[in-house]
């Protein structure tokens, strides 16, 4: 069945280092969306991607999907302790209805001040 | 801004008894979505509704059942609560007008005894 991989599943950093979280899907996507949870939080959308190789920026954080649109990866640049949480990545269900999302495992950040 | 609302935010029940939890979506959003999440888990689709009507299933047990009602709200129906049913259940509702971005609930914290 589909498939959404998420690498690493933990990354612990100092504050101030930068952090990657990368997705792999095992269908192409057509669009990949990702959620940050907050410890004890519920997960909070942070972006949409949609076209092949577009990037998009929030601030220190970077985005990418990939040109043949089955990877993505989310970027930190100088991280913060505001940023601990859990990143997960999500794309459509590709034999369920419109909008459906499958998720990936999530990339656990902890962030040393 | 109005948000996906959830009661109750906490649930203690005891094995083979009934629960009901409800979500409230955002206003004018016309998908309603239901995931479980485990301890470090990702969150696992359970249901959707597409305009007061079931669009999807994924991993939901014969033993719950869902609806959404004439005003959009939806309850989720869980019976002969098993111990591994305890988790978060977290409600998002989206909307085709936002791309089908998902805006989840603060969550339900059910735990069975």
């Known amino acids: 069945g589909q498939q959404v991989m998420q690498i690493p599943q933990y990354q612990h950093v100092q504050e101030g280092e930068d952090f990657t979280t990368y997705c792999n899907s095992s269908t192409t996507l057509s669009n990949i969306q990702w959620y940050k949870q907050r410890p004890g939080g519920h997960p909070v959308f942070l972006i949409q991607?949609?076209?092949?190789?577009e990037v998009k920026k929030q601030k220190r954080l970077t985005f990418q999907f990939g040109e043949a649109k089955k990877n993505s990866s989310l970027h930190i640049t100088a991280t913060q302790t505001t940023d601990v949480g859990t990143y997960f990545c999500?794309?459509?269900?590709?034999?369920?209805?419109?909008?459906?999302?499958?998720f990936g495992k999530g990339t656990k950040l902890s962030v040393k001040p | 801004a109005a948000g996906v609302i959830q009661s109750p935010r906490h649930l203690i029940k005891e094995k083979r008894e009934t629960a009901t939890l409800k979500c409230y979506p955002i206003?004018?959003?016309?998908?309603v979505y239901w995931y479980q999440q485990g301890p470090g888990q990702d969150p696992q689709f359970l249901i959707s509704?597409?305009?007061?009507?079931?669009?999807d299933k994924g991993s939901i047990p014969d033993r719950f059942s869902a609806q959404q009602f004439s005003d959009y709200h939806s309850e989720l129906n869980m019976s002969s609560l098993e111990l591994g049913d305890s988790a978060l259940y977290f409600c998002a509702s989206s909307s085709r007008d936002i791309s089908y971005e998902q805006y989840f609930g603060p969550g339900t914290r059910l735990t069975v005894t």
């Open positions: 999500a794309g459509p269900s590709s034999g369920g209805s419109q909008g459906n999302l499958i």
């Open positions: 206003p004018r959003h016309d998908t």
């Open positions: 509704f597409y305009e007061k009507m079931q669009s």
């Open positions: 991607l949609v076209k092949s190789g």
